[in-house]
């Protein structure tokens, strides 16, 4: 509840509270007790998150056909490719599901990623929720493994053989032409996005991402041997491949990820300019987020405050994509742009740092 998604939270409590009510092997007065604290429980946090305020809909309007569209691509990008075979295990199962026995085993992961899936339209941003249904939709994908025919099993397992590998192998170059040089064309598209970038040689991360190249290797001569198939290997190379290039991405690419994604080098951009020009004091911040102003009190040091007390600082920081301008909300005159910050990955994001004019008319 106090996570930020009051309603999803119920949802799942109601789920929870519904599947110890049918509960097997258990007496009325047991499931019903069960039932019934799971209930008061939820009904606690909803009192308490619709106390504090927690309750902010968003419910995607049914003529706003941008938004839909981009539910939609997040929805079919973001869990796939784990969708199409929960679709599959609902037709195979559909049998199971609709009878009045207790599955557990596909009820339960269904539940989930209803939810989930609904909570999209009501939870900004989607992704978040959608975060969440993603365990759902995996369990629920992992029983039509069983009911795949023998090629179609095949095919699944070479493809994600390949494309995990190629995957792997163009990490392991990109991160060798940042390091030495050669090849030369990665090597300049990589300085290019990332301008500014020193790369740093870590054994540590080298010798984790070797080993788990290796142990790669070793798992895809073990499923191309012929020997007699089991049910959980086409579970194996696809799990395995997500970790292999969550790895990488974490030991090979890790700095330059964090280059390209972090507020660190803008807000260091930002620190030498203030110090360049002398600044002392407290600095407001006028259009920033949460990240962009944490970024600055952490990374650069920076007394940040609210905007409405920028008439006690001589400094502001201010977004320039913010609405309504910065210029048009500072009293005209008094305040003067001193430099601009932008991110070396990202020229659009940029913060402009504007001094107060020093009214130095003699009395």
């Not at 064309?185 to 540590?204: E, H, I, M």
């Amino acid at each position: 509840m106090l996570s930020g998604a009051p309603a999803l939270a119920a949802l799942l409590g109601l789920g929870g509270a519904w599947l110890v009510w049918r509960e097997r092997g258990a007496t009325l007065r047991a499931r019903a007790a069960g039932a019934g604290a799971l209930l008061g429980l939820v009904l606690a946090s909803a009192a308490l998150a619709w106390a504090l305020g927690l309750w902010d809909w968003r419910v995607v309007s049914a003529d706003d056909a941008k938004e839909w569209h981009s539910l939609l691509r997040l929805f079919t990008w973001f869990s796939w490719p784990a969708w199409p075979l929960a679709l599959w295990t609902l037709w195979r199962w559909r049998h199971q599901i609709t009878s009045r026995a207790w599955h557990r085993h596909l009820l339960l992961p269904l539940w989930f990623a209803l939810v989930a899936a609904l909570a999209t339209l009501t939870t900004r941003p989607a992704d978040r929720a959608l975060l969440l249904g993603l365990p759902a939709f995996a369990v629920l994908a992992a029983f039509a493994l069983p009911t795949l025919r023998r090629s179609i099993s095949a095919l699944i397992d070479w493809f994600t053989l390949l494309f995990f590998s190629i995957s792997a192998i163009a990490i392991w170059v990109i991160w060798v032409a940042v390091q030495t040089g050669v090849p030369a064309k990665p090597a300049a598209n990589v300085a290019k996005l990332a301008p500014g970038y020193a790369p740093a040689f870590s054994l540590l991360a080298f010798g984790v991402a070797l080993a788990a190249t290796l142990a790669w290797c070793a798992l895809v001569w073990w499923r191309a041997a012929r020997n007699r198939a089991a049910i959980w290997k086409s579970l194996v190379l696809p799990a395995s491949g997500a970790t292999l290039g969550w790895l990488l991405l974490m030991t090979l690419w890790l700095p330059l990820l964090d280059y390209g994604r972090s507020f660190a080098p803008q807000v260091a951009r930002v620190t030498a300019a203030l110090d360049a020009a002398g600044a002392r004091g407290c600095v407001a911040g006028y259009g920033l987020s949460r990240a962009q102003t944490a970024a600055l009190a952490f990374h650069g040091g920076l007394d940040m405050v609210a905007p409405a007390q920028a008439q006690a600082c001589g400094w502001v920081v201010a977004d320039a994509a913010a609405e309504p301008p910065v210029r048009a909300v500072l009293p005209p005159g008094q305040w003067r742009k001193v430099a601009s910050a932008t991110r070396p990955t990202e020229r659009t994001d940029r913060l402009l740092i504007l001094q107060r004019v020093m009214d130095e008319t003699p009395p």
